[in-house]
């Protein structure tokens, strides 16, 4: 009895070894990480980058797959807490072994989960438009960065409104960062930031940031407040009738804030972006009949939510290219040049030196009744900042984030 | 600076008054505060967008929080009077159900409905008229306040349960109902705080999580007496507040706001109306 019961330990113990050494089928699927908020104070963007990304997921698994393997999409809520996007980035490289992390949303979260994923060799998407200045070999971004959205916008606003420029900014690394380049390009085109003004993220009562805009008299705003609870601005400067026009690289294409505020609002304000829903080109109807059918109840398809969409789209192209899902042999797609996909907006590549992708951007208006029209189309724009700078992962790995402050060390 | 002021007063004394009223008077530390707040705002905001007018839609928004308040307090809170810390952890708890079953319920946000129109210049500036309402608002829930529990009998009635609810109970007073009805009030303020906000934020589950710090804050400094209490505490942070935003903006304020609060806790562990009080005697 006891022989038998030992042998029978035996057999199990082979048998399981035998399965763990088995030889991995080409049908294994491929493990994608997401971790986007679905609930927490930016929930209303973060569900539009869940429901880009099962899109993607559900079109290419329909199709095939990814080298006839299928993808398997493993999403976890991190509820709008960096500590939780730490701990699910641990969880999600070490216990689910995914091939690769696409998310976040703040830039404080995307800076957070970094180091961890520094630490692994598995590539990180990071899909929102951003204040740029992250060289780093593990990462590529696909949002849009300063040089797309603030060299095209502030010169086309100081020449418009005029040269005296108010800045209400969120206060954590993104609207920091974001004033700092307001600061140099507004200094470059000889105007004047006449006031600064930096809010805590859930501030949600403005009567007195009003009154120092109206004190200051700019000719307009650039408003680069955060969140649901700092979105009350509009609102409130619409009722004590400051009418200012407003600049933005997150408003409108990536809040939809004309959506969720009764007009006018958002009158007079104007963004750079790459994607927002009422672009109307062939490609971009196609790709909004498609969502709409999947996602009926969507109010707003918006940047965020196509930038995560596109990812999937970029990963299969790195990883049919490599024939591998291995970030070395990815970043050898990438340094090639022609990493490239044709998306909604139209095609766009991955910049071997900084790993950032090119858009076609266009600026935006909205009137009294928010109507979206597009005033300007800049056609393609390459990321090209980080490169003049001096980053340049196709010769040194880095992994910092530069500033036009803070540039690395010749 | 006038206006500011006002415009600050009335943001901590409406977000405060409901929960000066559970939480400094009753004794429950009402972690759901915020979502009776959002629960106000979006029955407000639902009504405007079937049709009806902004006031009347308020005063439904008002009457539907304190209800569920009246609902909240005999399915639940009831069972918490002896055990503070308890009721800490159960409304925290119904705080979560609340804010996440909004979210899969109604979505993660709702259209707003835009503030009512005119606005007002003094010199350079313009200023909205409705946050004057708001002002207006925040006096009346004060007076309101005053009335209910000072100058009917079931006032006498909520003030003896308060002091001793055996007491009370062997007098012929209905604790339970005092008890449910003074939950219900100061839930049906705080649906009053959302209610006469709701045109001027950003509408969603989460948005009561705006108020409670402020609320909890000001009550702390007023103390059990929500008259003595809250106004004062409400006229003193708001002037703290309101010059340090107009010296060196939001986050001074805000630093600024939190740093009198410690201090005045330090100096005055019984609040304002504790202090004032012992003075009386």
């Known amino acids: 009895m006891k022989l038998r019961t030992r042998l029978s330990i035996i057999a199990g113990a082979l048998s399981v070894t035998a399965a763990l050494t088995a030889p991995t089928f080409a049908a294994d699927p491929i493990k994608i990480g997401l971790l986007e908020d679905i609930s927490g104070d930016l929930a209303v963007l973060g569900k539009p980058k869940l429901n880009g990304s099962l899109l993607a997921v559900e079109e290419i698994n329909k199709a095939g797959g990814i080298m006839g393997r299928q993808i398997e999409l493993i999403h976890l809520d991190p509820q709008g807490d960096n500590a939780r996007y730490q701990e699910f980035a641990r969880r999600l490289t070490s216990k689910d072994k995914v091939d690769v992390l696409i998310g976040g949303i703040t830039s404080a979260s995307r800076e957070a989960i970094r180091p961890i994923m520094n630490r692994t060799t598995i590539p990180y998407i990071y899909t929102n438009q951003y204040e740029g200045g992250v060289c780093d070999a593990g990462m590529i971004s696909n949002g849009a960065v300063p040089e797309q959205q603030f060299s095209t916008m502030i010169p086309y606003m100081m020449e418009k409104f005029g040269k005296k420029v108010y800045v209400i900014a969120a206060d954590y690394n993104f609207g920091q960062i974001s004033a700092e380049w307001n600061r140099m390009i507004v200094k470059e085109q000889g105007g004047t930031v006449v006031g600064e003004e930096f809010i805590p993220l859930g501030v949600s009562q403005f009567a007195q940031t009003i009154q120092n805009i109206q004190k200051a008299k700019p000719d307009w705003i650039l408003t680069i407040n955060v969140g649901a609870a700092q979105d009350s601005f509009f609102e409130q400067a619409a009722a004590a009738k400051l009418n200012l026009p407003m600049g933005s690289s997150i408003k409108i294409m990536l809040g939809f804030e004309h959506k969720r505020f009764a007009p006018p609002a958002l009158n007079r304000m104007q963004a750079v972006a790459n994607w927002f829903e009422e672009i109307d080109t062939p490609e971009a109807e196609d790709f909004k009949k498609r969502w709409h059918a999947k996602f009926p109840n969507e109010t707003y398809i918006n940047d965020m939510g196509y930038n995560a969409y596109n990812a999937i789209y970029q990963y299969k192209m790195l990883v049919e290219g490599a024939k591998s899902t291995k970030l070395a042999d990815l970043r050898k797609v990438i340094a090639t040049g022609k990493a490239c996909i044709n998306a909604p907006e139209g095609e766009i590549c991955i910049d071997p030196k900084s790993q950032h992708t090119s858009h076609r951007m266009r600026l935006i208006a909205v009137d009294e009744k928010h109507a979206v029209k597009v005033v300007k189309d800049y056609g393609v724009i390459q990321p090209y900042w980080l490169a003049s700078i001096g980053c340049d992962l196709t010769k040194k790995n880095d992994k910092k984030q530069y500033t036009p402050s803070d540039l690395p060390k010749k | ?281």
């Open chain 2, 1 to 281: 600076m006038l206006y500011q002021f006002a415009d600050v007063f009335a943001f901590l004394i409406l977000s405060a008054a409901g929960l000066a009223i559970v939480f400094g008077m009753m004794g429950v530390i009402n972690m759901a505060h915020g979502e009776f707040i959002m629960c106000g705002a979006y029955v407000t905001v639902g009504l405007v967008h079937a049709g009806f007018p902004l006031p009347l839609a308020q005063l439904c928004g008002t009457l539907a929080a304190g209800i569920i308040g009246v609902i909240v307090e005999m399915a639940i809170v009831r069972k918490f009077y002896t055990r503070p810390l308890d009721s800490l952890l159960a409304t925290w708890g119904l705080s979560l159900v609340v804010t996440q079953g909004m979210l899969i319920l109604v979505g993660s946000s709702v259209a707003g409905i835009g503030t009512p129109p005119g606005s007002f210049a003094v010199g350079d500036y313009t200023f909205s008229v409705y946050r004057l309402v708001l002002f207006a608002g925040a006096l009346a829930a004060l007076g309101f306040v005053y009335i209910i529990f000072m100058r009917t009998k079931f006032g006498v009635h909520a003030r003896a349960t308060m002091q001793n609810a055996k007491m009370a109970r062997a007098l012929g007073v209905p604790v339970g109902r005092v008890y449910a009805l003074s939950f219900g009030i100061g839930a049906g303020l705080a649906g009053l705080c959302g209610a006469l906000y709701a045109p001027t934020m950003t509408l969603i589950p989460t948005m009561g999580a705006t108020f409670i710090v402020e609320s909890f804050v000001t009550v702390v400094v007023g103390g059990s007496n929500v008259l003595l209490g809250t106004a004062p505490a409400g006229i003193l942070l708001a002037a703290v507040r309101t010059t340090l935003n107009a010296w060196h903006g939001q986050i001074i304020g805000q630093i600024g706001m939190l740093i009198a609060v410690i201090l005045i806790i330090r100096i005055l562990p019984e609040g304002i109306s504790g202090f004032l009080t012992r003075k009386q005697r």
